[in-house]
């Protein structure tokens, strides 16, 4: 009767802590299992490996479409057809929605008659063109004598008064000679850091300046240029002029330099004056048929803007990919600017946030293997690092930085939303002998492991370790070999 008493509570407590005895089962076999130990005699033993050294980075993370649009319309109007929904797959230009645009359509016919009607009147006052030519060729002669004169301005500058300075194109150009008091020369080289912005203004304008981009208030400026340049050049004249032959200079020189400043004035002299010239024929041509010249420039605007009108009603996958979101139904009116569809593209990436703690080790380019919750610990899925945020995220009060992976191959099973387990390789150090950390001691700065020596006893080996991984191994420099069998959480004096 006693032990069967015993039996029964017994059995009661193994049915009481039934959850607990077999998961601490589970973990000792897992534990000796995935080190590699053995009993041997009265000890457990465990054997060092010569394998790669990992430290991994562990974040949970989401998945998102790598290319997300929502789109809406740039005008208000009612939905006249709904070309996609969603799920459809779409190529970038393929039409979504289209608003009913009839009298836009209608607006634009009149436009373009309108149109050609002014073009055919002027073509009468014009005698079929020559005025539109005559302009043009104007236009033409102007843009011509406008990059004459950065021409001839340049010429001044860089090759005729720049062999009076060191460092000219700088911002400290300083005279070489020494000109009639120091105020004069102050001036000078104040005004060749002037006169260097305008060179380079002049050519950006001269350079991109064409027929159709001509217009008077870039004429205008390249006169202000030239006037500018004349003036530095009558204070650069003045200051040769007053070369003397004592001054170390021969005549000869002296009259080398007074001949090349002379004659950099009288170019440039001479652009102005074409400028103003050709700017004033040019003007005198315009003057012939204006009023019917702007009609059709007012009829062809006219057109320009229906035909936007007409695109804007006409809503465009910008993108190709995968309809998300249609809201938009046919008769429904919709307003400026709200969004109705979305597009996702057909690549993913993963967006996580890693803790201040652990984002040392991520760079760009590392690798990581990645599960996600759908489809368990069993399937895996590899990724790359492709971006890491330079500005920090607070999140629940801990400082992350979030990071983005791209996956090196598509996958049809990835989709938006699904979570992600990432692990991040910050390191691999390839081909190192590793133990586990428990099987070192570490005594007065030293650090030891106890090798198997027979079948009952132990020796204590002296060790140099090296890094340490992510799974609880330690590298060992040297002090033992894959030969020993090491003691697994030896005794500690």
């Excluded at 562990?58 to 005008?75: C, Q």
């Excluded at 009076?164 to 104040?190: H, M, Y």
């Excluded at 008769?331 to 600017?337: A, D, E, N, Y």
């Excluded at 140099?464 to 020993?484: K, M, P, Q, R």
């Amino acid at each position: 009767m006693r032990y069967q008493n015993t039996y029964i509570q017994m059995f009661q407590f193994i049915k009481k802590y039934k959850i607990i005895i077999i998961s601490t089962i589970v973990v000792l076999v897992a534990v000796l299992v995935g080190l590699k130990v053995t009993a041997k005699g009265d000890f457990t033993t465990t054997a060092p490996v010569v394998d790669d050294l990992v430290r991994m980075v562990k974040v949970s993370g989401k998945i998102v479409p790598e290319n997300e649009v929502a789109l809406g319309f740039e005008t208000a109007g009612t939905v006249a057809k709904v070309y996609k929904q969603v799920g459809d797959r779409v190529s970038r230009g393929d039409i979504l929605v289209q608003l009913d645009n009839s009298k836009i359509v209608a607006d634009l016919s009149k436009a373009r008659a309108d149109l050609s009607s002014a073009r055919a009147e002027l073509a009468k006052i014009d005698g079929d063109g020559v005025y539109l030519t005559k302009t043009d060729n104007a236009k033409g002669t102007v843009v011509q004598a406008i990059r004459t004169a950065y021409t001839n301005t340049d010429d001044a500058i860089r090759n005729k008064v720049d062999q009076f300075f060191k460092d000219p194109n700088t911002q400290n150009p300083e005279v070489l000679f020494a000109f009639e008091g120091f105020d004069l020369r102050d001036s000078i080289n104040e005004q060749r850091i002037f006169m260097g912005e305008i060179l380079n203004s002049f050519k950006q304008s001269a350079d991109s300046l064409t027929t159709s981009s001509y217009s008077d208030a870039l004429l205008n400026q390249a006169k202000k240029y030239l006037e500018s340049v004349s003036i530095f050049l009558i204070d650069v004249a003045r200051a040769v002029n007053g070369f003397e032959t004592n001054s170390g200079l021969t005549q000869t020189t002296i009259d080398k330099y007074k001949a090349d400043v002379a004659t950099a004035r009288q170019n440039v002299d001479t652009a102005l004056s074409n400028l103003i010239t050709q700017g004033d024929k040019l003007r005198e041509s315009l003057s012939d048929v204006p009023v019917q010249v702007a009609k059709v420039e007012a009829a062809q605007a006219n057109v320009l803007s229906y035909e936007s009108n007409l695109a804007k009603s006409t809503l465009k996958s910008p993108i190709s990919g995968i309809v998300s979101k249609q809201d938009a139904k046919v008769g429904q009116i919709v307003s400026l600017g709200t969004a109705i569809s979305s597009i996702i593209s057909q690549t993913y990436k993963i967006e996580t946030y890693v803790p201040e703690v652990s984002i040392a080790g991520v760079a760009i380019k590392n690798p990581a293997v990645v599960t996600l919750d759908a489809y368990g610990t069993d399937e895996i899925f590899n990724a790359v690092v492709s971006a890491i945020d330079p500005a920090e995220t607070v999140r629940d009060g801990v400082s992350t930085y979030k990071v983005t992976l791209v996956f090196t191959s598509p996958d049809t099973r990835i989709r938006s939303g699904m979570t992600a387990a990432i692990d991040i390789e910050t390191q691999r150090k390839e081909n190192v002998l590793l133990v586990p950390r428990r099987a070192v001691v570490h005594e007065d700065s030293i650090d030891s492991v106890y090798v198997l020596v027979g079948s009952k006893s132990s020796e204590k080996v002296q060790v140099v370790l090296g890094e340490s991984d992510s799974f609880g191994n330690v590298e060992v420099v040297s002090g033992i070999t894959t030969a020993d069998a090491l003691l697994i959480n030896p005794p500690k004096k």
